[in-house]
Structures are given as C-alpha cells and as structure tokens.
T-cell receptor, first 111, second 114 residues
C-alpha cells in the first residue's frame, strides 16, 4: 500500500544550522513526491516537488528511489523556516491524482 | 487571483445531525479535492471532483459525500455525524488538466461534533 512516513514529529535547530526533514515512502510504481509547508496561521502550500528539481527558499529535496526517501534539506536554517512540513506522494490510481500525506514534522528554528 | 475559499470557518454540530461544507476554488480551476485533517490520522483524502464528476474517492464511509457545480464550486456533506468526524476539512483546487498540477488549499472548515 502507498504510505508516507515522516519519522520526526518535532525537530528543533538553531539559526544557521543545517536542517534535514526526513521522508520515506512506499509506492508500487514511479513516485511523484512533494513537500508542503504550513506557516503559523497560514494555509497549507506547496514548497517544492521533485520533478521540478528546483530550490525554493533555500530548500532542496532529492528523490532516492533506492532508499525510497525524499528528504528535505537546507544548509542554513532561518527563523522564518519554522513551520509544519508535510511530505506527500501522488497516487494516480483510481483515475485521478490524490495525495497521500505523511503525518508532518514541526520544525522550530531557534535564534 | 482570490485563493480557495471555504465556508464556514467553524461549525459545531451534535451527533446524528448532518452538515454541508462549501468550497470555492481559484478562478479557472476545475478540480476540487477534499481532505480531512485530524491529530491522529493526519491528512486523509476524501474525494476529488473534476467538471462535476467524482474522479476519485478515499476510504471513507458513505456518510461522506460531495458534489461539484458547473461553476466548479464544491460542497461536501456528512450525514449522521459521529464524534469521530470532528476534524479540520480542507478543500484544495487545481487546474486538474494534467497530473501533478499543484494543489492550492483553503483555510479549512473546523467541524466539532458534540
């Protein structure tokens, strides 16, 4: 069955430190993966997706099919990065796309 | 462009009642998806509509239903409410024409069942 696992519910780092939010998935097929972010009092929004291979707000994520992982990384965390981060997998079975979300990781960047 | 709008923001209902939630997608978006968010289960897919047709459905009981209108606005209905239906219900819209078109989420409707 398709599943997304984010092993850390909470992650706390200091400003300027590197940060890595872990995401592992299981999916029978070619996966499409995303990171969504929710800042305090804001709506859930797309941060990045693996097919774009882009860096958004200094974050990058590489799909590792061998390890079935899609970890989110940033070399130097900023206080404004504090938010809830969700990894999501696109499941295209059933005729349309639906997202399977992990439970989320709350990142706190301390000054 | 205005974002995805969900109404109402908050609802309090009692067990056994039914409830209707509304979602207005971003102008031009034809796909509307609904998700349920709870502390225990996280975000779970309910269903997705495109051009007034339900294209996909998650693993929820038949008490959960929805529909989409010709202007792409969508409603979600939950009948015979149970305490476990208390959750934040999120609506998301996308262009829907191709896979992986990004989802744009609303602020959600927080439903409390007492």
């Amino acid at each position: 069955a398709q599943r997304v696992t984010q092993p850390e519910k909470l992650l706390s780092v200091f400003k300027g430190a590197p940060v890595e939010l872990k995401c592992n998935y299981s999916y029978s097929g070619s996966p499409e993966l995303f990171w969504y972010v929710q800042y305090s009092r804001q709506r859930l929004q797309l941060l990045l997706r693996h097919i774009s291979r882009e860096s958004i707000k200094g974050f990058t994520a590489d799909l590792n099919k061998g390890e079935t992982s899609f970890h989110l990384k940033k070399p130097f965390a900023q206080e404004e990065d504090s938010a809830m981060y969700y990894c999501a997998l696109s499941d295209r079975r059933g005729g349309s796309e639906k997202l399977v979300f992990g439970k989320g990781t709350k990142l706190t960047v301390n000054p | 462009k205005a974002g995805v709008t969900q109404t109402p923001r908050y609802l309090i209902k009692t067990r056994g009642q039914q409830v209707t939630l509304s979602c207005s997608p971003i102008s031009g978006h034809r796909s509307v998806s609904w998700y349920q968010q709870t502390p225990g289960q996280g975000l779970q897919f309910l269903f997705e509509y495109f051009s007034e047709t339900q294209r996909n459905k998650g693993n929820f009981p038949g008490r959960f239903s929805g529909r989409q209108f010709s202007n792409s606005r969508s409603e979600m209905n939950v009948s015979t409410l149970e305490l476990g239906d208390s959750a934040l219900y999120l609506c998301a819209s996308s262009s829907g024409g191709v896979y992986n078109s990004p989802l744009h989420f609303g602020n959600g409707t927080r439903l409390t069942v007492t």
